[in-house]
């Protein structure tokens, strides 16, 4: 028999009892009901009549101890009272119970012959004996009555009271029997069913810790029996599918290895909890290991705690502000130099599975570069000297040799100023761009108001942007915080950028200076809508000596000035552009 039959059959027969006891309690209840209703009604309707048969008969006794009473009234009372005792035996007749109105009917016509007789006499009634007798034996009839109609209605209560009883048994025990045919039911499904599957269960759990050879439960049900078979099939292929590709597998794993160690820089990766899982032997090399760190935390095996910070805010999906400072080993005697960056391992679902640390030895390369600065400072020291005489002497020179405005050598004693203005112009970069990277340069920090800044930027390029029909725009929030910052330091920022956007800007574009607020950072950024710049180019527009786009001018040292000076603030400096659609520098400064 099938599961969904023996299932449909065993609920069946437990919701049929359940109906029927239901069905068989209801029918009870109404009969109940209809039966104490209806002796109810035909008690009620005797004691009714009862009750006016007494009035009337003491309204009748009124009048005839009156001594002029009215004849006529008296006898509309006893024309009244036969007509009670009609109703009364047809009410006798009706529901076929005697109720004793026979008997009041036939006391009455005796006392009514008593009091004929009284009166025919002239007998008072207190003197007349038998008129008293009939009387009392008419009222204590009425009475008997009365007392009769209210024990019929206890009775019928009682008898209510006891078929209600025994409805309740039944009712209790229909509820027992399907209380026991429920749990024999479910005693029945869970032998038969609940065990087979438990036993599936087990046998999944089994195969997802790699062990295919499971014992597979037997059933009498014809949907098991065929789970089972084909949960049998599948343990089969998998087995087999394990013991095809599990050389593969490892070939692979063992390829992958071989290109991880093969790289020539470090790489450490980590897992979603900060722990060590694998280093290729370049990173071991780098670092001067010698015993195996793997499972350690980052911190711990660099023994940088600080690394925790920046790889917890990796692993949540963030991105560091601050540019990082390299790492600084002793190994086999020797200091070097590590360049490192921290990128998060990312599923295609999208949640972050580790971090990879990537470490790159620039130990000559910073020397290099610290030669390079050395000699910039030390040759812009040099060269400010006597290019400073000379820009004095050709001053002097100016003021004494006068040739006719249009004349040639009026246009060599320009061109010579103004050589010799671009040439003071890069002596003075070079020397500013050599404190910054040298640690020279120190800053002046003051509160400054980012509205003024920008305010004050506008005015210094506010004319050059009309002469060249460009609209200069500024946009910022009313209420933006403070910054502690060197002004002058960032009016040169500001300059610059200004400067850079107005020489890439065509005639009648447009330059947004723009400032808003990020948590706890501010956003300054100048966005013009120009050439831009190649996507190609973008990575090193920021490096010392290189320019990038058609308009070129000066050395190259403006944006990696304006780098230095923003990083030596806290902050970070990027560019954001798409050729033909013009590009966004922009600056994030802690407040």
């Given at each position: 028999?099938?599961?969904?039959?023996?299932?449909?059959?065993?609920?069946?027969?437990?919701?049929?009892?359940?109906?029927?006891?239901?069905?068989?309690?209801?029918?009870?209840?109404?009969?109940?009901?209809?039966?104490?209703?209806?002796?109810?009604?035909?008690?009620?309707?005797?004691?009714?009549?009862?009750?006016?048969?007494?009035?009337?008969?003491?309204?009748?006794?009124?009048?005839?101890?009156?001594?002029?009473?009215?004849?006529?009234?008296?006898?509309?009372?006893?024309?009244?009272?036969?007509?009670?005792?009609?109703?009364?035996?047809?009410?006798?007749?009706?529901?076929?119970?005697?109720?004793?109105?026979?008997?009041?009917?036939?006391?009455?016509?005796?006392?009514?012959?008593?009091?004929?007789?009284?009166?025919?006499?002239?007998?008072?009634?207190?003197?007349?004996?038998?008129?008293?007798?009939?009387?009392?034996?008419?009222?204590?009839?009425?009475?008997?009555?009365?007392?009769?109609?209210?024990?019929?209605?206890?009775?019928?209560?009682?008898?209510?009271?006891?078929?209600?009883?025994?409805?309740?048994?039944?009712?209790?025990?229909?509820?027992?029997?399907?209380?026991?045919?429920?749990?024999?039911?479910?005693?029945?499904?869970?032998?038969?069913?609940?065990?087979?599957?438990?036993?599936?269960?087990?046998?999944?759990?089994?195969?997802?810790?790699?062990?295919?050879?499971?014992?597979?439960?037997?059933?009498?049900?014809?949907?098991?029996?065929?789970?089972?078979?084909?949960?049998?099939?599948?343990?089969?292929?998998?087995?087999?599918?394990?013991?095809?590709?599990?050389?593969?597998?490892?070939?692979?794993?063992?390829?992958?290895?071989?290109?991880?160690?093969?790289?020539?820089?470090?790489?450490?990766?980590?897992?979603?909890?900060?722990?060590?899982?694998?280093?290729?032997?370049?990173?071991q090399r780098q670092l001067g290991w010698e015993d195996d760190r793997v499972g350690m935390g980052l911190g711990e095996a660099l023994q940088r705690p600080e690394m925790d910070t920046q790889l917890a805010l990796i692993l949540r999906g963030g991105s560091l502000e601050r540019a990082l400072e390299d790492l600084s080993f002793e190994v086999d005697g020797e200091t070097r130099l590590?360049?490192?960056?921290?990128?998060?391992?990312?599923?295609?679902?999208?949640?972050?599975?580790?971090?990879?640390?990537?470490?790159?030895?620039?130990?000559?390369?910073?020397?290099?570069?610290?030669?390079?600065?050395?000699?910039?400072?030390?040759?812009?020291?040099?060269?400010?000297?006597?290019?400073?005489?000379?820009?004095?002497?050709?001053?002097?020179?100016?003021?004494?040799?006068?040739?006719?405005?249009?004349?040639?050598?009026?246009?060599?004693?320009?061109?010579?100023?103004?050589?010799?203005?671009?040439?003071?112009?890069?002596?003075?970069?070079?020397?500013?761009?050599?404190?910054?990277?040298?640690?020279?340069?120190?800053?002046?920090?003051?509160?400054?108001?980012?509205?003024?800044?920008?305010?004050?930027?506008?005015?210094?390029?506010?004319?050059?942007?009309?002469?060249?029909?460009?609209?200069?725009?500024?946009?910022?929030?009313?209420?933006?915080?403070?910054?502690?910052?060197?002004?002058?330091?960032?009016?040169?920022?500001?300059?610059?950028?200004?400067?850079?956007?107005?020489?890439?800007?065509?005639?009648?574009?447009?330059?947004?200076?723009?400032?808003?607020?990020h948590a706890e950072r501010v956003i300054i950024s100048v966005e013009d809508n120009g050439e831009g710049i190649a996507y190609g180019q973008q990575g090193r527009i920021f490096e010392p000596f290189v320019q990038v786009g058609r308009k070129k001018g000066g050395a190259g040292l403006g944006l990696a000035l304006c780098k230095e000076i923003v990083q030596l603030h806290g902050g970070?400096?990027?560019?954001?552009?798409?050729?033909?659609?013009?590009?966004?520098?922009?600056?994030?400064?802690?407040?």
């Open positions: 028999m099938k599961l969904r039959t023996r299932l449909f059959l065993s609920f069946s027969a437990l919701i049929t009892v359940a109906l029927l006891g239901l069905a068989l309690g209801l029918v009870s209840v109404m009969q109940l009901a209809k039966t104490q209703e209806g002796l109810i009604e035909s008690n009620f309707a005797t004691l009714d009549l009862g009750l006016k048969l007494r009035q009337n008969l003491g309204d009748q006794l009124v009048i005839m101890l009156n001594e002029h009473g009215d004849k006529a009234a008296l006898a509309g009372e006893q024309q009244q009272f036969q007509d009670l005792i009609s109703q009364g035996l047809a009410h006798e007749q009706e529901v076929n119970d005697p109720a004793g109105f026979v008997q009041t009917a036939s006391d009455y016509q005796k006392f009514l012959a008593a009091y004929q007789q009284s009166a025919a006499t002239g007998t008072s009634f207190s003197d007349n004996q038998a008129l008293s007798e009939s009387f009392n034996v008419l009222r204590n009839g009425l009475i008997d009555a009365h007392k009769h109609a209210l024990d019929n209605i206890n009775a019928a209560q009682e008898s209510t009271h006891q078929r209600a009883v025994l409805v309740s048994l039944l009712l209790g025990l229909v509820g027992l029997a399907v209380l026991v045919i429920g749990f024999f039911t479910a005693h029945s499904i869970a032998r038969r069913f609940g065990e087979p599957i438990e036993a599936l269960a087990t046998a999944a759990d089994n195969i997802s810790q790699g062990n295919f050879d499971v014992a597979l439960p037997q059933s009498s049900a014809a949907e098991l029996a065929q789970l089972t078979q084909r949960f049998g099939t599948m343990a089969q292929v998998l087995r087999k599918h394990q013991e095809t590709n599990v050389d593969e597998l490892l070939a692979g794993q063992q390829r992958l290895q071989a290109v991880l160690d093969s790289i020539d820089d470090g790489l450490l990766m980590i897992d979603r909890q900060g722990h060590l899982e694998h280093l290729n032997p370049v990173a590590l360049a490192y960056s921290l990128t998060p391992v990312t599923h295609t679902e999208g949640h972050i599975l580790g971090a990879v640390m990537v470490l790159h030895d620039v130990t000559e390369q910073r020397a290099f570069e610290r030669v390079r600065s050395e000699f910039v400072l030390r040759a812009s020291h040099e060269l400010r000297t006597p290019v400073t005489g000379m820009h004095m002497a050709f001053g002097l020179l100016q003021e004494r040799v006068h040739f006719a405005a249009d004349s040639r050598e009026a246009d060599l004693l320009e061109t010579v100023k103004e050589e010799m203005q671009r040439l003071m112009q890069l002596i003075n970069d070079l020397l500013n761009f050599s404190r910054y990277q040298n640690g020279l340069q120190k800053l002046t920090r003051v509160p400054c108001a980012i509205d003024d800044l920008l305010d004050r930027a506008r005015l210094r390029f506010d004319e050059l942007a009309r002469e060249n029909q460009i609209d200069l725009i500024i946009e910022h929030p009313e209420a933006l915080p403070h910054l502690h910052a060197d002004q002058a330091q960032l009016d040169r920022v500001l300059d610059n950028l200004l400067d850079n956007a107005l020489r890439h800007t065509p005639h009648s574009g447009r330059i947004r200076l723009q400032a808003r607020r970070r400096m990027g560019v954001y552009s798409r050729p033909g659609q013009g590009t966004q520098f922009y600056m994030t400064l802690p407040l």
